[in-house]
């Protein structure tokens, strides 16, 4: 698997973001995946090279939407052998909720916001995330995080499939390089969502609401 450090050339300047309009209806949420230690660590075995340029990014969003008094949700990938399925199957290592590199990076406040556990790529999956959603009455659901071609895009396709208007800036998700990437981008952005940037999503927020 090649590895490589590359959302500091992604050019969003030619997105058009005409497809933000769909966060000025309904009430959105900001979904953050994973911004886990054990992603973000060089030391860590699935350390993802871009990870750590999103940090700045999703604070500056998760930032916009607290201050509007929208709704941000935080998930960490945990396993047991009891939940793991498939999972302990596909990796060699899973990651345990004892294992200090599940945490939550220290440059994320989370005291404000709810964090949820999940076992599986989806974090509709086996959470109580849907549940969550609907107390808050969430119609649109903005989706950020690594990695952009797992996680991502699993959970992408099933908020879309639940009825929440969705989207997923093209500079706020991470995978293990430029390839997977674009390619899971560029799947998704024709049956589930158009592609826009981190940017246009914090204006919206702050503009409209």
């Known amino acids: 698997m090649v590895r490589e450090r ?60 607290q201050c509007r008094d929208l709704p941000v949700v935080y998930t960490k990938h945990v396993n047991t052998s009891e939940n793991a399925g498939m999972m302990a199957v596909r990796w060699k290592e899973l990651i ?7 945490r939550i990076n220290s440059a994320f406040d989370t005291s404000w916001d709810a964090v949820l556990d999940k076992p599986q790529y989806d974090a509709f999956h086996n959470t109580e995330l849907e549940k969550l959603l609907k107390q808050m009455e969430v119609t649109s659901l903005v989706v950020t995080g690594v990695l952009t071609d797992v996680c991502c895009a699993t959970t992408a396709r099933s908020a879309f499939t639940r009825g929440y208007r969705t989207i997923m800036p093209v500079d ?3 995978a293990m390089n430029m390839e997977l990437h674009r390619a899971a981008v560029t799947a998704m952005s024709y049956g589930f969502f158009r592609p826009v940037s981190a940017r246009a999503v914090e204006k919206t927020i702050l503009s409209v609401y």
Do not use: C, K, W
């Open 172 to 174: 706020s998700t991470a």
């Open 6 to 65: 590359y959302l500091h050339r992604l050019n969003t300047s030619a997105l058009d973001n005409r497809h933000i309009g769909m966060l000025e209806e309904g009430f959105p949420a900001l979904l953050i995946l994973n911004m886990q230690d054990y992603f973000l660590s060089s030391s860590s075995p699935a350390f993802v090279p871009s990870a750590p340029d999103l940090i700045p990014v999703l604070v500056r969003l998760a930032e916009a939407f």
């Open 96 to 102: 345990a909720a004892e294992n200090p590199l599940s």
